[in-house]
Nanobody, 126 residues
Framework: QVQLVESGGGLVQAGGSLRLSCAAS????????MGWFRQAPGKEREFVAS???????????NYADSVKGRFTTSRDNAWNTVYLQMNRLKPDDTAVYYC????????????????WGQGTQVTVSS
């Protein structure tokens, strides 16, 4: 049973930082893609970032244009955990953030991912 649990959300002022964590359980995720999505009220769920195994010892990352240069995703396979470091936060970043995983195929569409966490709320005040 694959389970993803996000944590680290909260309320922060514009310009501040937060680090989200996503703890995965149920199998080894070292070769799996880990993705981050977000959904603001009244809007579609959108891709934020992903980190995918390259097939050797490295991973490559992909970011939405709206967060490029401000957000960084990383992973610690020893702890089956992926992180999303969010800097220079803006009110437009306010959303519920979800982590998701698939079998290493990458992707930026919700339909590319098989398992999802329950989400964590991020609120950025102006």
């Amino acid at each position: 049973q694959v389970q993803l649990v996000e944590s680290g959300g909260g309320l922060v002022q514009a310009g501040g930082s937060l680090r989200l964590s996503c703890a995965a359980s149920g199998r080894s995720f070292s070769s799996y893609t880990m993705g981050w999505f977000r959904q603001a009220p009244g809007k579609e769920r959108e891709f934020v970032a992903s980190i995918t195994w390259s097939g050797s010892i490295t991973y490559y990352t992909n970011y939405a244009d709206s967060v490029k240069g401000r957000f960084t995703t990383s992973r610690d396979n020893a702890w089956n955990t992926v992180y999303l470091q969010m800097n220079r936060l803006k009110p437009d970043d306010t959303a519920v953030y979800y982590c998701a995983t698939n079998r290493g195929i990458g992707g930026s569409r919700s339909s590319d991912y098989d398992y999802w966490g329950q989400g964590t709320q991020v609120t950025v005040s102006s």
